[in-house]
């Protein structure tokens, strides 16, 4: 039953190979526009729901699109706007959870009562709610999901920021004269970003398939766009005729979600040993 | 104990209010008409007329305070409006809807437990053999794969080819295995994950070092100490699944035309039907707060080291 610790070496490696792997995709992404075989957005009813051939690797949709083209398009707005939103909610939602812990007290109790109401809802709900009165679009899907996104930051860097608060280091920076700005961005932040950089890592592959489900459900990516989960969505009614509409773009997504999740898990192995699965 | 409890449906309050007002801003600041949308919604030929007369009917001209203080009101005296879609009171919607998602919410519950708890623990004794590889990796797999692309990839395979179930969950038992499975799938995954991590961090603690040098078989440690020990976790996983599943798995329920208040909330939202909108979120609020108390209360009975009004 001993733990059996892997030598840094093979973690550092898994790390990089996955970073390797992430860059490629973001670049394919870029590219992709030059890559795809036929136009995404072209519709020829003539070559509606081709099965797969050596002209559409993975067929066509109902109205004679080339679904590989589309797919690698969708894989722009999957990537970037995750990586995006994993940003964004991130950096409020730490600088609102260190604020919180840092100051304590009524502020604290304010500010967190904000993140409380905000944990009362499941969060695909209220996304699909904000979604559905915001209307549809890739921006309002990005800022439903963000609504509840932030709010686990908040949470942990609020929590770190507390455990580190009387710590030595801390109240010699204090007692040398820093600002409270000073002390919370460059004395508090670094040590506490292990766990949070992990979470937002990991977070990546949900807000990907968070997308593709407001997408799915009809509020996200408008049609004609090309983004995954509206394509399966499209691809729905006709799943028992021509199954590579909904398959191509499923399959692709669960690897690049598992691609994220994979790194996810290794920055955790890195910077977090202590929840260490390995 | 009896006060603690009481203090925590105060809790409830400030909660209640802030998640109601949020919601009842997000509709009024809503680009559509809720006047227009009910009448639309009913059949009603529109003429500005009637707009006038319905906004006046429904106050909408109100101001925004107003509105909300007497939505509020109304909810105290447990009316909460009723739906611009077919004029069913909202309560009553949610009753109608609560069994569904409470079968679908005890079904997953239930099949996640009875695979996630031994495979957890299975994949925690056999650490790094091939028997903790495979469940790892099915465990990875399941936490990546996007719930809906799941659920049609069982429609297909079980129900339009091999014909074994059928596509809609007809409220039949064999309805309900599909959508089971579409939900269980991730909880089962995250489930595994956490157990194994827990098992095995309470079997490097140094009790059951000290428990097998006196020679206590490994048999009795794990289920007797080291099982016990690692249901916090359980206990955590529950509460947290427990409060989403009883407000409806909306994309599962959508899909599968699972009439329960997940599907309830998302053709409310497609047709902007706000009082509906605003009384499953009240309804979400009080799950939250109930589940936080019993998960907290069980933390006591399963350790008693856990004082009352511990909060994470």
């Known amino acids: ?278 | 104990m009896g006060k603690y409890i009481r203090k925590r449906f105060v809790q409830l309050i400030p909660i209640l209010l802030g998640v109601s007002f949020i919601t009842f801003a997000l509709m009024y600041i809503a680009p559509s008409d809720p006047a227009e949308m009910k009448l639309s919604a009913q059949g009603t030929a529109v003429s500005q007329e009637i707009l006038d007369e319905t906004r006046e009917e429904m106050g909408l001209n109100k101001p925004f305070l107003e509105q909300y203080l007497s939505w509020l009101l109304n909810l105290l005296t447990g009316d909460m409006g009723v739906s611009y879609v077919d004029n069913v009171p909202v309560s009553q919607k949610i009753v109608t809807a609560m069994p569904s998602t409470i079968i679908l919410a005890v079904s997953s519950m239930l099949l996640t437990l009875l695979i996630a708890i031994p495979l957890g623990i299975l994949a925690a004794i056999r650490q790094n053999q091939w028997v903790d590889y495979s469940i790892r990796f099915f465990t990875f797999v399941g936490t990546s794969v996007p719930n809906f692309f799941l659920a049609l990839v069982l429609i297909y395979v079980f129900a339009m080819q091999l014909n074994w179930l059928p596509v809609l969950a007809t409220g039949s038992i064999r309805g309900l295995i599909l959508p089971t499975i579409a939900l269980s799938t991730v909880m089962i995954s995250k489930y595994i994950r956490q157990i194994r991590a827990a098992v095995l961090e309470e079997l490097n603690k140094d009790y059951v070092m000290g428990a097998r040098s006196r020679g206590i078989q490994e048999n009795v440690i794990l289920y007797k100490n080291v099982l016990r020990n690692s249901m916090i976790t359980v206990v955590t996983l529950i509460g947290l699944s427990i409060g989403s599943l009883l407000g409806g798995a909306a994309v599962v329920e959508t899909i599968f035309v699972w009439r329960g208040l997940g599907k309830m909330v998302v053709d409310a939202i497609g047709a902007r039907d706000y009082p509906v909108i605003q009384g499953f979120v009240v309804w979400m609020a009080i799950i939250y707060v109930v589940v936080n108390l019993l998960t907290d209360l069980s933390y006591h009975l399963l350790d008693p080291r856990v004082k009352e009004g511990w909060e994470t």
């Open chain 1, 1 to 278: 039953m001993k733990k059996i610790k892997l030598p840094m070496d093979a973690v550092h490696k898994r790390l990089y190979f996955l970073f390797g792997v992430v860059l490629i995709l973001i670049v394919l992404s870029l590219v992709a526009p030059w890559l795809c075989p036929h136009d995404p957005n072209l519709t020829d009813l003539k070559l509606a729901k081709q099965p797969p051939s050596s002209e559409y690797p993975f067929g066509t949709d109902s109205y004679g699109r080339c679904v590989f083209s589309r797919v690698l398009m969708g894989a722009k707005v999957s990537i970037f706007a995750s990586l995006a939103l994993v940003m964004g909610t991130f950096i409020f939602g730490t600088a609102y959870g260190v604020v919180c812990g840092y100051y304590g007290g009524k502020v604290d109790r304010a500010l967190m009562g904000v993140v409380d109401i905000l944990l009362a809802f499941p969060d695909m709900i209220l996304a699909i709610a904000v979604a559905g009165i915001l209307g549809g679009g890739l921006i309002n899907a990005m800022i439903a999901l963000a609504v509840t996104g932030w709010t686990q930051y908040a949470r942990l860097a609020r929590g770190s920021v507390m455990a580190v608060k009387s710590e030595v280091y801390i109240q010699a920076a204090r007692i040398s004269g820093n600002s409270h700005s000073r002390i919370m961005w460059r004395h508090m932040l670094p040590n506490i970003s292990g766990p949070l950089i992990v979470t937002a890592t990991l977070q990546i592959g949900g807000m990907m398939m968070g997308i593709a489900g407001l997408s799915f459900l009809g509020i996200g990516v408008q049609i004609p766009q090309a983004e995954w989960g509206s394509m399966i969505n499209e691809g729905r009614s006709l799943m028992q005729t021509a199954p590579w509409i909904i398959l191509y773009p499923g399959v692709v997504m669960l690897l690049a979600v598992m691609i994220f999740n994979l790194l996810g898990d290794t920055v955790r192995d890195l910077l977090d040993p202590k929840q260490q699965t390995i």
